[in-house]
Each structure stands twice: as C-alpha cells, then as structure tokens.
C-alpha cells in the first residue's frame, strides 16, 4: 500500500506517519526529513536547502524529486509493504514525477489522504513542537510531553531540540506556499478517486482511528 499524507505544515503527517509504520510497517519517506539530514551533514543538496527551509520556502522540485527517487531505490524489495509519502509531493511537478517514479518501479499510488485543519490552530501545534534529539521522537509542550519530565519516552534521553523553521512568521509563509502550490495537487488525484480525507483537529488517538478505518485491517 502506496499512501500520500498531505495536509499544511503542523496537520499532523510526521505523527500519523509513526502510527502506520508501528501499525502496519510501511516506510516513512519524508522530503523534510531527508533534507534536514543534508543540512546536518552540509552536503550539496543541504547548503542548496538551507536558507529556502529556514524562510520557510519550498525547496526546488528537481532536489526533491531525486531524493525521492535515490531512497525508492535504496529501499528493500517489497519495502514494509509500501511507502508513506510525508510532505512529498508538494507541487504539480512533484506529483507528475512521483507517478512516473513509481510507474518505472512497477508500483502506484492507493491513497492520498488530506488531513482536514484549521490554520489557527496550527500555529499553536508547530510553536510547540519538540523533538528527542537522539531518536527522533515527537512532542508538544501541551499535547504530548514525556510521560516523565524531561525524559524521552522512547530512549530515555534527556536532550531535546526545536526546529529553526517552528516560528510563527516561517509557519505563516509555509501555510501560504501550501494555499498557493500544494492544495492546487488535490484535484490531480480527486480526477483519479484516490482522495480520502480525514478531520486532522481531532485528538492524535482519534485521527489514528479514523486513518485505520479509512485504510482498512492492518495486514
Ligand atoms: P516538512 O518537514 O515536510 O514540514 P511541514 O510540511 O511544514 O510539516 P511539519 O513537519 O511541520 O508538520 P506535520 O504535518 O508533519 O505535523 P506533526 O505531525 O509534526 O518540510 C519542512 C520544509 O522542508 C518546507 O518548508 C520546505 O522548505 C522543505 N520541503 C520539504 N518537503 C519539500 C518538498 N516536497 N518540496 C519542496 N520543499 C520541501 O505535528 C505537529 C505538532 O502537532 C507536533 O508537536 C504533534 O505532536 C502535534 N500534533 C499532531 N497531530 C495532532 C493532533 N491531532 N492534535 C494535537 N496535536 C497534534
């Protein structure tokens, strides 16, 4: 199963994307995060990046689409049973290379689910973000702390990070580039009968539910 999550910044693709992996073992493929990794690691495509993410701008289409199509490749034959694509694609060029990425691999698309939100409240999500700086894993001052303060719930660790694009006046500018180039995607693939959507305001638990349901039995 070959899934989209699209929905503005902070609607809740990275969290929902953990569930389907620890659900159903699909394999996240977030453009974010592989850039974020090529600005830590200052290679060509992250110094290319860097200023475009912090301003909170889209990063050109051919970077992107080569990300996509080098980790398609790396990834094991029949990779946990399909890809989750986070934030990937976000503009028309995006989604007409993604088709054609998977057509050439012999794979296609099953769902694009739309997280439904309301901007405002977004605002409020993303200020409040923070992650484990050792594995990775999410939280949000009000919506999801650590069950013991200050420690990971996963690794235990006591560092955390915030990203250098979680402010308001970058979050403002990424909602715009969403009305202005990804929102226009959704009718490409309502034509095909692969839009599904989701009320992404509801409590994480909740949107969870309403994914499964939506997606089906795990397995
Ligand atoms: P990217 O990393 O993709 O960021 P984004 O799309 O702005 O999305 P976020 O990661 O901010 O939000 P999310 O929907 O994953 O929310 P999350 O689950 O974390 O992109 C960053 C930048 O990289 C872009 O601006 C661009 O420059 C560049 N880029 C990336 N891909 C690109 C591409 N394809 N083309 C060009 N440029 C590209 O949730 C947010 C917070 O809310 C968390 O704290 C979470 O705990 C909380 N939360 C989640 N769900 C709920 C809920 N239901 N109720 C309450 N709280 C919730």
Do not use: W
């Amino acid at each position: 199963m070959n899934i989209i999550l699209l929905g503005p910044p902070g609607a809740g693709k990275g969290t929902q994307a953990q569930h389907l992996i620890a659900a159903r073992g699909l394999v996240q493929l977030s453009t974010g995060d592989m850039l974020r990794e090529a600005i830590r690691s200052a290679s060509p495509v992250g110094l290319r990046a860097k200023a475009l993410m912090e301003a909170g701008a889209l990063v050109p289409d051919e970077v992107v689409n080569e990300l996509i199509a080098a980790r398609l490749d790396a990834a094991p034959a029949g990779a946990g049973g399909g890809f989750i694509f986070d934030g990937y694609p976000r503009t028309e060029a995006q989604a007409v290379s993604l088709d054609a990425l998977l057509a050439e691999r012999g794979m296609k698309l099953d769902h694009v689910v739309e997280l439904l939100v309301d901007e405002e409240a977004l605002v409020d999500r993303i200020t409040g973000r923070f992650s484990c700086a050792m594995c990775g894993e999410g939280y949000h001052d009000r919506y999801k702390l650590p069950k013991v303060a200050g420690r990971c719930d996963v690794c235990a660790s006591a560092e955390f990070k915030r990203r250098p694009d979680d402010n308001e006046a970058t979050v403002r500018t990424r909602m715009a580039e969403y009305r202005a180039k990804t929102a226009p995607i959704l009718p490409y693939y309502e034509a095909r009968g692969l839009v599904r959507r989701v009320d992404g305001m509801a409590p994480i638990a909740e949107v969870q539910r309403a994914l499964d349901a939506l997606l089906g039995e795990a397995g």
